[in-house]
């Protein structure tokens, strides 16, 4: 079964602190995204991962992929209130047709 | 160059009424996917399409949900005699090829009453 999984579900975080989230998926694949959501609003893109140890940043995020380890991180430095958002990964396995499977998503709020 | 567009953005039907959800892809996009989003979820495939052609239907629920792609004009996700688990985003994306980035349009909200 093609699966996703995201963890933590729920994040707490001061300003000026890092933190990481986890993005596990099930099976072989090498393309992976994460997504930014606000409330009621459509996906923002933000990475786009193509190959094993890519690593991407923009402004104070970080996100890298692991193909081997079946594992993205998107890393937050020194955390600011405008972070504070839902963030997803979607992997395609590509197996002939191209969608995507979403993780659970991490709510994070970020505490001013 | 427009981004994905969708219509309506907000919609409202009574149980067992249909609604019809409108997506334009991005000019030069010839594919097109239709997710659906419960609240506090993430977004789940319904759907891919090509121009006239239906390439995984796999997300679909069985009955009642159906999705076109004519030649010409929009993609259409039609949902009939809908039900209160009806309610949810409807997000659509679109593609120039099956493997490149998808491209999400700001989403369709449903809510039956």
């Known amino acids: 079964e093609l699966k996703v999984e995201q963890n933590p579900l729920f994040l707490s975080m001061q300003e000026e602190k890092n933190y990481t989230i986890y993005c596990n998926y099930s099976?072989?694949?090498?393309?992976l995204y994460w997504y930014r959501q606000d409330p009621g609003k459509s996906l923002e893109s933000l990475f786009v991962l193509l190959s094993n140890g890519a690593v991407k940043q923009e402004g104070r995020l970080m996100a890298s992929l692991d193909t081997k380890a079946r594992l993205s991180t998107l890393h937050i430095t020194a955390a600011v209130h405008d972070l504070s958002a839902t963030y997803f990964c979607?992997?395609?396995?590509?197996?002939?047709?191209?969608?995507?499977?979403f993780g659970t998503g991490t709510r994070l709020k970020v505490l001013a | 160059n427009a981004g994905v567009m969708q219509n309506p953005r907000h919609l409202v039907r009574r149980r067992g009424q249909e609604a019809r959800l409108r997506c334009s892809p991005m000019k030069g996009h010839s594919h097109v996917y239709w997710y659906r989003q419960l609240p506090e979820e993430g977004l789940k495939f319904m759907v891919y399409l090509q121009k006239e052609n239906i390439i995984d239907e796999s997300g679909m629920p069985k009955e009642r949900f159906s999705a076109e792609f004519p030649k010409e004009g929009p993609s259409i996700l039609r949902i009939q005699q809908v039900v209160r688990g009806d309610s949810a985003a409807y997000f659509c994306?679109?593609?120039?090829?099956?493997?490149?980035?998808?491209?999400f349009g700001p989403g369709t909200r449903l809510t039956v009453t």
């Open positions: 979607a992997v395609d396995f590509t197996s002939g047709t191209y969608k995507y499977i």
């Open positions: 099976t072989t694949s090498d393309r």
């Open positions: 994306a679109s593609s120039p090829a099956g493997e490149d980035e998808q491209y």
